[in-house]
């Protein structure tokens, strides 16, 4: 699997997973909520590091790249545990 496959794999799962927890949102706690906010907010660097690695995926550094990664899999937990939590 490429690198692009895999990053967009993965940026698939957290749009299913935020977009399934967008539409239960409104059900959700106060402090679940505040949780949601602060996804987003990492959601957007994400996506703007995504951005940045996949534009530059042959010359960006493995730190680079190991860094979205993270996010990425931080992100797709921090969705599904709010998902969890809606159930």
Do not use: C, P
């Amino acid at each position: 699997m490429s690198l692009h496959d895999e990053f967009q794999k993965l940026s698939d799962k957290i749009k299913q997973y935020r977009d399934e927890t967008k539409v239960q949102l409104h059900l959700a706690k106060e402090d679940v909520k505040d949780e949601w906010d602060d996804l987003e907010r990492d959601w957007d660097k994400f996506r703007s590091r995504l951005d940045q690695v996949l534009h530059d995926a042959e010359s960006a550094s493995q730190e680079a790249k190991d860094t979205a990664r993270k996010l990425g899999e931080d992100l797709k937990a921090g969705y599904e545990n709010i998902r969890n939590k809606l159930k």
